[in-house]
Nanobody, 119 residues
Framework: QVQLVESRGGLVQPGGSLTLSCAAS????????MSWYRQAPGKQRELVAL???????NYAASVKGRFTISRDNAKNTVYLQMNSLKPDDTAVYYC?????????????WGKGTLVTVSS
């Protein structure tokens, strides 16, 4: 069974840092683009950062300069390093990836992990 599994989030103080990881597992042939989304209470899900197969990255304006997305292709894993966290970063963070299996290429979502930024 193909799935994306995020690491546990947690409670972080404002100004603090946290790194999330997301591993793709199952009968995967190729991992294409990987990204992180987030959804704050009462708000729509939004793209936070993405990274292509070749390593090109793109960020939401609200996190540029504070968050860094990276990937380890050997481990089929994407990371999101979050620095200088603000209360507005509080959200459920979701991993997303396009995965090719023996049968098809599909878009997959992780179940999400809660990050709370509060003193």
């Amino acid at each position: 069974q193909v799935q994306l599994v995020e690491s546990r989030g947690g409670l972080v103080q404002p100004g603090g840092s946290l790194t999330l990881s997301c591993a793709a597992s199952g009968s995967i042939r190729i991992v294409y683009g990987m990204s992180w989304y987030r959804q704050a209470p009462g708000k729509q899900r939004e793209l936070v950062a993405l990274i292509t197969t070749g390593g090109t990255t793109n960020y939401a304006a609200s996190v540029k300069g504070r968050f860094t997305i990276s990937r380890d292709n050997a481990k089929n894993t994407v990371y999101l390093q979050m620095n200088s966290l603000k209360p507005d970063d509080t959200a459920v963070y979701y991993c997303n990836a396009d995965l090719e299996t023996r049968h098809s290429t599909m878009n997959y979502w992780g179940k999400g992990t809660l990050v709370t930024v509060s003193s």
